[in-house]
């Protein structure tokens, strides 16, 4: 009798002889999700920009009407005036997210994204030869660099696609194949999903005038059509060639360049701001030596993005992207130099030929699926996540005040910061509306003006109230604006905490009790 057994060689024995270990790149892609989102307060992190609020609504209502929104739908100061919703589809992903799991799907949603376009970076560089040590400082460099843009808004797909479509670009400069023709439907999907789309745009013009400058003139036939190609699947997108009209007209704008914050430069104060002055500098001078090289493309794209983020720190991400592979490179090749001259058995020589082999483990396949969800389970929040960070938004007092927010006596006009007016989209939508909120593009700078002036506590605060009718003012404790309030005898000071506190105009206050007062007696 035999005492050794054996699998049976059936055909599920043979796939599972046949399975491969996971990939380098499936274990970091795991492993940086469990480092960067295993805190709780990583998750809330996600959430700190209320813009989100009326991504999730606007989403929702593109479900409800089966259309795209052309006039406005949040505000009484620019009722039903046209609207672009240029991130529509990434709304409508967001709005399906929330509708099966809350604000923790749309976290989770987010970091999933986030950590898959850094590990496709990552796969990029090994791609390139730059072995595992370089290829994982530089990786980590950029999500510390951009992690001041980790938010859950819709820009997220375009660091993932800004990603992978300067990935395709370099593979074919280097062999030419049909996969580069991918980037056309990409460029449709892309104009659905985010307004980056003009940075690739940007970019396939830089691609144009490198390849000129480089005289490859088959190179410069072949991505003019592309460039041409994707341009006009842009256009693809409910609102055709006015959507590129309006986002240029936004970027353009210097109200918007001078008020909203995340256009204007960095502030180098933060570990991570500290991280990008690091690589900004390293970028910038390894990108002269790749121009000298007649690199002209690499050298140009890094160049040209160290520039825009110096002018606008939304554009960190993106320079984060087109630079890495241009220090990477030029490390690699440093590191290269050394271990040829060093011995055998020298540490540089060691670690070099143990990153390079390593290195060649970047598939990304069914393990990086498995890994990932085994993942995003350990790291997903217990009890999940209820509502915005009461440390960002007047959770509390809204949450308190709900009977003056949304009276029975009618819809009240409220007074509050555009970060607010979000939240407050995103919690009594459509029962609501609000005075100007994150969409700064629409309301311009007119009404934008008014709302600075409201911010500052500007003395034509009196004409801005009655212009626009307020009612009640939900403001930051630190407005001066509602040391204003607290000694006009017209504004009653009805709620208060650490955050907030609450004004209702005393007219209205009356009318309110009224009203609740007849309901109560009522019945209602």
Request: glycine share 8%.
């Amino acid at each position: 009798m035999p005492n050794t057994y054996s699998l049976p060689r059936t055909g599920l024995a043979r796939w599972i002889k046949g399975v491969r270990a996971p990939s380098l790149t499936e274990l970091v892609f795991a492993q940086l999700l469990l480092v960067k989102f295993g805190a709780a307060q990583s998750w809330s992190a996600l959430l700190f920009d209320g813009d989100a609020g009326w991504h999730i609504r606007t989403g929702a209502s593109i479900l409800k009407a089966g259309a795209v929104p052309v006039r406005d739908l949040f505000s009484f100061s620019r009722p039903d005036k046209p609207w672009f919703a240029w991130e529509w589809l990434a709304d409508v992903i967001f709005a399906l997210l929330h509708g099966w799991g809350g604000l923790t799907a749309v976290a989770g949603f987010t970091a999933v994204v986030l950590c898959f376009s850094a590990v496709l970076l990552f796969c990029w560089l090994l791609r390139r030869g730059a072995g595992l040590w370089i290829s994982l400082g530089v990786m980590l460099a950029a999500v510390s660099a951009s992690s001041v843009h980790y938010l859950a808004r819709p820009h997220i797909f375009s660091l993932l696609l800004f990603t992978l479509a300067l990935w395709i670009v370099d593979e074919d400069r280097r062999r030419a194949t049909r996969l580069v023709w991918t980037l056309v439907p990409l460029s449709a999907l892309w104009a659905n999903l985010h307004g980056g789309f003009v940075a690739w745009l940007a970019t396939l013009a830089i691609l144009l005038g490198a390849t000129a400058a480089e005289r490859n003139w088959t190179a410069l036939r072949r991505y003019s059509w592309l460039a041409a190609l994707c341009a006009g699947a842009t256009l693809v997108n409910p609102y055709g060639w006015r959507l590129h009209q309006h986002i240029v007209s936004f970027l353009g704008s210097s109200w918007i360049q001078d008020n909203v914050q995340e256009f204007q430069s960095p502030h180098f104060r933060s570990e991570n701001m500290m991280v990008f002055a690091v690589f900004l500098l390293a970028g910038c001078a390894l990108a002269w030596r790749t121009l000298a090289r007649d690199n002209y493309f690499e050298g140009a794209l890094a160049l040209l993005w160290g520039l825009a983020s110096l002018r606008s720190a939304r554009h960190i991400p993106l320079y984060m992207i087109a630079a890495s592979p241009v220090v990477a490179s030029q490390a690699a090749e440093w590191w290269a130099g050394i271990s040829a001259r060093s011995s055998a058995r020298s540490a540089a020589r060691i670690f070099w030929d143990c990153g390079q082999e390593l290195g060649r483990s970047r598939r990304l396949g069914v393990w990086g699926l498995a890994l990932g969800a085994l993942c995003l389970c350990l790291v997903w929040p217990k009890i999940g996540i209820a509502d915005f960070p009461d440390s960002q938004f007047p959770v509390a007092a809204v949450a308190r005040n709900l009977d003056r927010l949304v009276s029975p006596a009618g819809m009240p006009r409220i007074l509050t910061s555009d970060q607010w007016a979000d939240y407050l989209i995103y919690r009594l939508y459509p029962r609501q509306r609000v005075f100007f909120d994150g969409r700064s593009d629409f309301y311009g700078p007119a009404i934008g003006g008014d709302y600075k002036d409201l911010l500052a506590g500007a003395r034509r605060w009196p004409e801005l109230f009655t212009r626009y009718g307020f009612e009640v003012a939900l403001l930051p404790v630190d407005w001066p604006l509602g040391s204003i309030l607290e000694r006009d005898p017209q504004w009653q000071s009805v709620y208060r905490d650490e955050q907030a506190v609450l004004f209702v105009r005393r007219p209205f206050q009356l009318k309110l009790g009224s009203r609740t007062a007849e309901c109560e007696e009522s019945g209602g």
